[in-house]
C-alpha cells in the first residue's frame, strides 16, 4: 500500500520561508517521478514542480528561482523549500508520486498560509 504523508505547512509572514516534506511508503521516490501541487478554493489546482525519476525538473513559472524541489533517497522523502513566499503563494500543498506503472498517488495536503 502506498501512502505519502505531507509536513511542514503552516502560517508564515510574506519573505518567509518553509520547507515541506513528502515521506513516502510503499513506493521508491528515487525512481518514481514526484512533485508537487497546490490547491485554493476557487481556483484550478497547479502544479508548482515536477521531479522525473531521471532528475529532470520543472516548475511552475511563478515559482521559478523560489521553490527547489529535492528528495532524500536514503528517507524516502521528497521536499518543497518555499523562500520568499508571497500571499499569492497560500494554498493547500499535495505531494504525489507516479510510479512505472503510471498510477499517481497523492497525500493528504498540507496547508500553507502567507500573511502580508
Known amino acids: 500500500q502506498v501512502q505519502l504523508g505531507e509536513s511542514g505547512g503552516g502560517l508564515v509572514q510574506a519573505g518567509e520561508s518553509l520547507r515541506l516534506a513528502c515521506a513516502a511508503s510503499?513506493?521508491?521516490?528515487?525512481?518514481?517521478?514526484v512533485g508537487w501541487y497546490r490547491r485554493t478554493p476557487g481556483k484550478q489546482r497547479e502544479l508548482v514542480a515536477d521531479?522525473?525519476?531521471?532528475?529532470?525538473?520543472v516548475y511552475a513559472d511563478s515559482v521559478k528561482g523560489r521553490f527547489t524541489i529535492s528528495r532524500d533517497n536514503a528517507k524516502n522523502t521528497v521536499y518543497l523549500q518555499m523562500n520568499v513566499l508571497k500571499p499569492e503563494d497560500t494554498a493547500d500543498y499535495l505531494c504525489?508520486?507516479?510510479?512505472?506503472?503510471?498510477?499517481?498517488?497523492w497525500g493528504q495536503g498540507t496547508q500553507v498560509t502567507v500573511s502580508s
Open positions: 504525489y508520486a507516479r510510479g512505472a506503472s503510471g498510477k499517481v498517488y
Open positions: 510503499g513506493i521508491t521516490v528515487s525512481i518514481a517521478d
Open positions: 521531479m522525473s525519476s531521471g532528475g529532470r525538473i
